[in-house]
């Protein structure tokens, strides 16, 4: 027995294709199965590390926005991470927890919060990092992501050639 509904413009359900009892059970376990085969929102690794300047924690917060990126070599979607109050991050692509595997260029940057005395005036920042690590493409760090995961520990020095 096929249940039918009749929309108000004369379609009936019990002609579509899609109606039928199999369809409605196996159509959604068919689609799960595909999904897994393409890799739909899978395949990412995760990655965390920690950051260091001359040898100390560069810890972000309140007071500090510290970021650290990862840009594919290749293209594609740049994952990235804040720093922690231990100098620590965990790399998420979007909202989306890890990146793909794969070679990246890394790049770290870190300010110091400087908060107005004058109400209603912006905050201002005072560079942590030399600008050298804020440019993926000159700032000599680099990564290769494997499967899995990865645990990665960068140490800056202050005062690097601009």
């Known amino acids: 027995m096929v249940s039918a509904i009749v ?3 004369g379609i009936n359900t019990s002609r ?8 409605r059970i196996y159509g959604p376990l068919t689609m799960l199965f595909v999904c897994s085969l393409c890799g739909c929102g899978g395949g990412l690794a995760s990655v965390t ?4 300047l001359d040898g100390q924690p560069i810890a972000g917060g309140r007071d500090v926005n510290a970021l650290v990126c990862f840009t594919p070599v290749g293209g594609g979607p ?9 100098g620590h991050f965990s790399l998420s692509t979007g909202a989306a927890a890890g990146i793909r595997p794969g070679k990246y260029l890394v790049s770290v940057s870190a300010t ?11 905050a ?10 804020a440019n993926a ?5 680099e990564a290769d992501i494997r499967p899995g ?3 990665l520990d960068f140490k800056l020095v202050s005062g690097a050639a601009r």
Do not use: H, Q
């Open 78 to 86: 740049i994952g990235s991470g804040a720093l922690d109050g231990a």
């Open 16 to 23: 579509l294709p899609f109606a039928s009892r199999p369809w």
């Open 112 to 122: 110091k919060i400087i908060r107005s005395n004058v109400e209603g005036m912006p």
């Open 137 to 141: 493409k000159e700032s000599g760090l």
């Open 49 to 52: 590390g920690a950051v260091t």
């Open 7 to 9: 929309f108000s413009d």
């Open 124 to 133: 201002g920042g005072r560079p942590l990092t030399s600008s050298k690590y």
């Open 149 to 151: 995961s990865n645990e």
